[in-house]
């Protein structure tokens, strides 16, 4: 059973960058796709982005391709989300999620593994 801690979050202005790290422990990670979600407040919970951790695809949603980055460092099991020019609607909780597979989902059900969410908050 993989255990996912997230950090790294806070409050940023416009334009701003923040490094979110999410440590994954308890399994074999080269098995795993590591997914990025987040919730604004009063909203559903949606895709940011996720890595398989075998091979280092990415997939990103929309709204922050060319903004974010998602990177994995094997030898801390720890995966990062690097955000860039952030903008006040990137303002969220965000949370780190693992699924075993081969293969990147976007869809939240289809991930077993959650962390406890990190706020994220930009300023204008």
């Known amino acids: 059973q993989e255990q996912l801690v997230e950090s790294g979050g806070g409050l940023v202005q416009t334009g701003g960058s923040l490094r979110l790290s999410c440590a994954a422990s308890g399994g074999p990670v080269s098995r795993l796709v590591m997914g990025w979600f987040r919730q604004a407040q009063g909203k559903e919970r949606e895709f940011v982005g996720a890595?398989?951790?075998?091979?280092?695809?990415?997939l990103y949603a929309d709204s922050v391709r060319d903004r974010f980055v998602i990177s994995r460092d094997s030898a801390e099991n720890t995966v990062y989300l690097q955000m860039n020019s952030l903008k006040p609607e990137d303002t969220a909780v965000y949370y780190c999620?693992?699924?075993?597979?081969?293969?990147?989902?976007?869809?939240?059900?289809?991930?077993?593994?959650w962390g406890q969410g990190t706020q994220v908050t930009v300023s204008s």
């Open positions: 999620a693992a699924r075993q597979s081969v293969r990147i989902a976007m869809t939240e059900n289809l991930y077993m593994y």
């Open positions: 890595i398989k951790w075998s091979g280092g695809d990415t």
